[in-house]
């Protein structure tokens, strides 16, 4: 059985920088392609991050650009997501998605969309306080 845990997410404050990891267990996904959503209370979830299964071309909300950075360690079967200058927006819920099934090296909205992803974490919170 597929297994996704986050952890990280903690009480921050305004300006500081976090690291959320997301562990995969059950199942190796070192050609998958890896995403990073969040929900803030009374939004959809939304797109923050992805990386595809190359493992080389990563992807970016412009939330997030420039202050974020997707990675993975598939040794670890582990993707990362690095936080900086984060802002009292950033408080949410942070979803890891994974999906293994497909090699796609399309249109960067395919990775945008949660039906793309096969598996997900049960969230970790981010809350930032200004």
């Known amino acids: 059985q597929v297994q996704l845990v986050e952890s990280g997410g903690r009480l921050v404050q305004a300006g500081d920088s976090l690291r959320l990891s997301c562990a995969a267990s059950?199942?190796?996904?070192?050609?998958?392609?890896w995403g990073w959503f969040r929900q803030a209370p009374g939004k959809e979830r939304e797109f923050v991050a992805a990386v595809t299964w190359r493992g080389i071309v990563t992807y970016y909300a412009d939330s997030g650009k420039g202050r974020f950075t997707i990675f993975r360690d598939n040794a670890k079967n582990t993707v990362y997501l690095q936080m900086s200058s984060l802002r009292d927006e950033d408080t949410a819920v942070y979803y890891c998605?994974?999906?293994?099934?497909?090699?796609?090296?399309?249109?960067?909205?395919?990775?945008?969309?949660?039906?793309?992803?096969?598996?997900w974490g049960q969230g970790t919170q981010v809350t930032v306080s200004s």
């Open positions: 059950g199942r190796t996904f070192n050609t998958a392609a």
């Open positions: 998605a994974v999906d293994g099934r497909y090699r796609y090296d399309g249109d960067s909205r395919y990775y945008r969309q949660t039906s793309t992803y096969e598996y």
